[in-house]
């Protein structure tokens, strides 16, 4: 993991198209800002591992299924 500091307005590049920028810092709270293409999907990891959790389950549930249609 590559950890960097910055200040409230400074902004990283990730991939020459994402900014990712520090609009506020209050307590233990941070701020931030994501500009990327729209076609470049941008989640919170737990709502990310929310979809990734609710793929794996129709992956299952349409193997199974394809698994009794064969007998």
């Known amino acids: 993991m590559l950890a960097l ?9 990730i991939n020459n198209n994402i900014e990712v ?10 701020k931030i800002g ?7 999907p941008v989640y919170r990891k737990e709502v990310y591992l929310q979809i990734e959790q609710e793929n794996k389950a129709a992956v299952s ?11």
């Not at 994501?34 to 470049?40: L, N, T, Y």
């Not at 549930?61 to 007998?71: C, G, R, S």
């Open 34 to 40: 994501i500009s990327a293409p729209k076609e470049v």
């Open 5 to 13: 500091t910055r200040k409230k307005g400074e902004s990283l590049v």
């Open 61 to 71: 549930a349409e193997a199974l299924e394809a698994l009794k249609n064969l007998f």
């Open 21 to 30: 920028t520090v609009l506020e810092i209050r307590g233990d709270q941070v």
